[in-house]
């Protein structure tokens, strides 16, 4: 079983910064794709940003303000958020995506999301 697990949310004011860190641990051998998506109340789950091979993608409404990053050898996924807005307040969940060992010693496919972490951008 593939688990991550976040931290770094929590309150902050218009124009501060936050750092959402997120680990993955498990029977990983290889991880593809990590991420982070949100949620809003009353909104939609929505992608944020995602980084692949040193690749990145960013929603247009955080480009420019966010930044992600990875420990690939520790399986950790950073989100960096400078000059928060109100807008940005939601839920941050990570994703990861890979293959693991399962637990008949074979490969599987892997798709994990954390219980997420709250931010708030509010003065």
């Known amino acids: 079983q593939v688990q991550t697990v976040e931290s770094g949310g929590g309150l902050v004011q218009p124009g501060g910064s936050l750092r959402l860190s997120c680990v993955a641990s498990?029977?990983?051998?290889?991880?593809?794709?990590m991420g982070w998506y949100r949620q809003a109340p009353g909104e939609q789950r929505e992608l944020v940003a995602t980084?692949?091979?040193?690749?990145?993608n960013y929603a247009d409404s955080v480009k420019g303000r966010f930044t992600v990053s990875t420990d690939a050898a520790k399986n950790i996924v950073y989100l960096q958020m400078n000059s928060l807005k109100p807008e940005d307040t939601a839920v941050y969940y990570c994703?990861?995506?890979?293959?693991?060992?399962?637990?008949?010693?074979?490969?599987?496919?892997?798709?994990?999301w954390g219980q997420g972490t709250p931010v708030t951008v509010s003065s």
């Open positions: 498990g029977n990983i051998l290889r991880m593809n794709i």
């Open positions: 980084i692949r091979s040193g690749s990145t």
């Open positions: 994703n990861a995506e890979g293959i693991k060992r399962g637990s008949d010693n074979g490969i599987q496919r892997f798709q994990a």
